[in-house]
């Protein structure tokens, strides 16, 4: 029973550390609410060509269907982060 919880335990931490790893590069550029604000905000970095990727936390209050609130949080790579700053304070 103890190695069963060993091992789940043991690749719980390795999950994260590959995780770590692979997202050392990248940086929280812009956290946006809705599909329409996310898709302005994604819209500026890809006219101005930067690599970007995007995370939704678990969103637990889902009830209403009309008020989309989902949260959207934004990365670009690092050495990208000045060309994306300058794209998302364009105005539109």
Do not use: C
């Not at 335990?9 to 990248?26: E, S």
């Amino acid at each position: 029973m103890y190695k069963v919880i060993a091992i789940i335990i043991l690749i719980f931490v390795i999950i994260k550390l590959a995780q770590l790893y692979i997202n050392r590069n990248w940086k929280l550029l812009h956290t946006t609410f809705g599909h329409e604000n996310y898709y302005k905000a994604v819209a500026k970095l890809k006219s101005a060509g930067v690599k970007y990727k995007t995370k939704t936390p678990l969103n637990v209050n889902n009830r209403e269907r009309l008020n989309d609130n989902t949260q959207y949080d934004i990365y670009v790579k690092k050495e990208e982060e000045h060309l994306a700053q300058r794209a998302m304070n364009q105005s539109d």
